[in-house]
């Protein structure tokens, strides 16, 4: 059998659409867009304005406050490091992404607030918290949760940040293309996304920076002065325009992708129905195409989602390094046993959702003891 992907968290494939998009631009409009010579060099800074304009509108931004990075890791390490070169404090959570939490791992002023068990933010530690913090440090949350699907009530608490003078930097990695995201009504001021996760291409992401409440960044990639001297190096026109083509369609198929996932996920938890197993994250308020599940009655020490190949689900995060790959599920007292991240994307199907569900149903029964 073929293998069949239930790991959409981790990546999705390039949209049609997208690819075709990008295509011309990596032979045939091949000049670089810094350029001011020749009629291929206008025609990719056309390109790029276009993607700027349609990630503009999934993000609810102003088009010039798109950065072009190489993806979510970059932005959020350039935003930390900002604030770690003032010598300010980074208040992030112990669920954050590797990204977050590595990047500031030996740094003498991170503050941690806590999270609740499923993942959502323990408000009275976080305004506790924030009342630590010197004046203009940076808050940082991960608004749709990687693992746990969870969402974070963002408002009040960017509010709290807000009232006490702070930045708040969102990581919305998982939640673009999801999720509603509105970038200027919340007021924050900075924003880390990355393409792959909504149907773009790998090695392309931006960094939101609100232009009306933030001035004087320092660029973390120094050289030609590209992108208003923010972020120099050669701007690759074909993962942009991928990117934007991406943006469009999820803008578009928002709805219809949300349908889509809750549906999956009705039929996923119909077919398990009888077995022992906890969900886990905000039931509330999670993503519709994430299943974070630890089922009771697998006992084996073998992982279980290797148990289930050809069907390809996760434990944990992709991009996380081995120590780390458990730092999440321990900190809220998730079994690491019989745990699985289950991730929809546009091309899952009810069928194979079955068969998924199914054969966890036989890896149960089949499972091999001490
Ligand atoms: N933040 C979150 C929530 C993620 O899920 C990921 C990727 O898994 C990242 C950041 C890092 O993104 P990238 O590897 O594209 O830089």
Request: net charge neutral.
């Amino acid at each position: 059998m073929k293998s069949v992907f239930f790991d959409y968290n981790s990546t999705t494939p390039v949209a049609p659409e997208a690819l075709e998009a990008m295509l011309p631009y990596f032979s045939d409009v091949f000049a670089n867009p810094s350029g001011q010579t020749s009629e291929m060099s206008w025609q990719s800074q056309t390109a790029i304005k276009k993607a700027n304009l349609q990630i503009s509108e999934l993000i609810k931004c102003q088009p010039h406050e798109i950065i072009f990075t190489s993806g979510a890791t970059e932005s959020i390490n350039w935003v930390f490091e900002c604030f770690m070169n003032q010598q300010k404090h980074i208040f992030i959570s112990k669920v954050d992404h590797d990204a977050a939490f590595q990047k500031v791992y030996d740094y003498e002023m991170r503050l941690h607030f806590t999270s609740n068990t499923d993942g959502s933010v323990d408000l009275e530690s976080f305004k506790t918290g924030l009342k630590e913090l010197k004046p203009g440090s940076l808050v940082s949350l991960i608004w749709a949760h990687n693992e746990l699907g969870t969402i974070l009530d963002l408002k009040p608490l960017i509010e709290e940040a807000k009232k006490l003078g702070h930045f708040t930097h969102v990581d919305a990695t998982q939640a673009l293309g999801k999720i509603d995201v509105d970038f200027s009504g919340l007021g924050l001021d900075f924003l880390s996304c990355s393409a792959h996760k909504l149907y773009g291409p790998k090695g392309v992401g931006s960094l939101v920076v609100n232009s009306k409440t933030v001035t004087g960044l320092k660029p973390l990639i120094a050289g030609g002065g590209q992108q208003s001297g923010l972020r120099s190096g050669t701007l690759n026109t074909p993962l942009i325009v991928g990117f934007g083509k991406a943006a469009e369609i999820a803008q578009n198929k928002l709805s219809e992708d949300q349908r889509h996932f809750k549906s999956l996920k009705e039929t996923f938890l119909n077919e398990i129905k009888g077995l022992k197993f906890t969900q886990n994250g905000d039931l509330k308020n999670s993503l519709l195409n994430t299943i974070n599940i630890t089922f009771h009655d697998w006992k084996s020490l073998a992982p279980f989602h290797l148990e289930l190949l050809p069907f390809s689900v996760s434990q944990s995060s992709a991009c996380s390094s081995e120590n780390n790959k458990k730092r999440i599920l321990s900190c809220l007292d998730i079994p690491e046993t019989g745990t699985l991240r289950i991730s929809f994307g546009r091309a899952s199907s009810a069928k194979n959702v079955t068969a998924l569900a199914q054969k966890i149903k036989e890896a149960l029964s089949g499972q091999k003891t001490l």
